[in-house]
C-alpha cells in the first residue's frame, strides 16, 4: 500500500481482548490477514495484494502485458511453497528434520531470481510474496546459533542474500518494517521464533 500510496489503518489482534463485531461478520473463519474497505473485507494475503493492484492502477505490481502478467503471477505461486517451508521452520523449536525441504525450496528461490528482482528491475508480486518470510528466516537467524543459517545460506544463496538486502532498502519497505530489535524481542518473547501476531485488519480510506 505504501508502493501504491494508498492511506491505511493497521489494527492488530494484539490489540484486541475480543475481535470487533465487523471482523467476524464476513469472516467466520476468523483468517488473517484481513482488508477492510468500503465495509466489505477481503482476506487472504495474496489475495489482498492483487485486490489493491486492481483496485488503484498507481505503481502497479503486475505488467500490462497478459503473458507477462501471467508469468509473474505464476512465479508468485513457485514461491508459495518456499513460503511455506519458512513458516514450518519459524513454528518449530528446532531446525532438525526442517533442513532439507528449506535448502530445496531456498535453492529453487535462488535459481529463479535471474534480475535484481523476482519481476525484474522493479519490484513486483513475487518479491512482495517472498519478503516477509525472507525477513522471517533472518530474525530467526539474529536468536539461534545455527550452522545452516549462519554459514550455508549465505554461501549457497548469494542472489537471495543480495535481493533480501535490496529489498530492506525499498522507501515502501522501510515505511512499514519493524526494526530488528523490535521483531527480535517479540520473537523471543513468544519462545519458539513466532513472528508478530498478524493483523487483524487494515482499513483503507482513499481508493
Known amino acids: 500500500m505504501c508502493k501504491k500510496g494508498i492511506e491505511f489503518e493497521v489494527v492488530s489482534a494484539a490489540n484486541f481482548q475480543q475481535p470487533p463485531d465487523w471482523f467476524h461478520s464476513n469472516n467466520p473463519e476468523g483468517y488473517v490477514p484481513v482488508l477492510r474497505h468500503d465495509g466489505k473485507l477481503v482476506n487472504h494475503s495474496r489475495v489482498?495484494?492483487?485486490?489493491?493492484?486492481?483496485?488503484?492502477?498507481?505503481?502497479?505490481?503486475?505488467?500490462?502485458?497478459?503473458?507477462?502478467?501471467?508469468?509473474?503471477?505464476?512465479?508468485?505461486?513457485?514461491?508459495?511453497?518456499?513460503?511455506?517451508?519458512?513458516?514450518?521452520?519459524?513454528?518449530?523449536?528446532?531446525?532438525?528434520?526442517?533442513?532439507?525441504?528449506?535448502?530445496?525450496?531456498?535453492?529453487?528461490?535462488?535459481?529463479?531470481?535471474?534480475?535484481?528482482?523476482?519481476?525484474?528491475?522493479?519490484?513486483?508480486?513475487?518479491?512482495?510474496?517472498?519478503?516477509?518470510?525472507?525477513?522471517?528466516?533472518?530474525?530467526?537467524?539474529?536468536?539461534?546459533?545455527?550452522?545452516?543459517l549462519n554459514g550455508v545460506f549465505g554461501e549457497y544463496f548469494p542472489r537471495l542474500v543480495d535481493w533480501f538486502t535490496r529489498m530492506r532498502t525499498l522507501p515502501e519497505i522501510q515505511l512499514v518494517q519493524e526494526t530488528d530489535i523490535e521483531m527480535n524481542d517479540f520473537m523471543i518473547s513468544k519462545g519458539n521464533w513466532n513472528m508478530p501476531v498478524p493483523e487483524v485488519g487494515m482499513s483503507i480510506s482513499n481508493l
Open 48 to 148: 489482498i495484494i492483487e485486490y489493491l493492484d486492481d483496485a488503484s492502477s498507481a505503481n502497479s505490481i503486475l505488467p500490462d502485458e497478459p503473458k507477462l502478467r501471467a508469468k509473474r503471477r505464476f512465479d508468485a505461486k513457485r514461491l508459495e511453497s518456499v513460503c511455506d517451508a519458512i513458516r514450518n521452520i519459524s513454528f518449530s523449536h528446532r531446525l532438525t528434520g526442517n533442513i532439507t525441504r528449506l535448502a530445496l525450496e531456498l535453492t529453487k528461490a535462488e535459481e529463479m531470481l535471474q534480475s535484481s528482482f523476482y519481476s525484474g528491475e522493479e519490484l513486483g508480486l513475487p518479491d512482495i510474496i517472498l519478503y516477509p518470510f525472507i525477513q522471517r528466516l533472518y530474525m530467526i537467524q539474529q536468536i539461534i546459533d545455527d550452522d545452516f
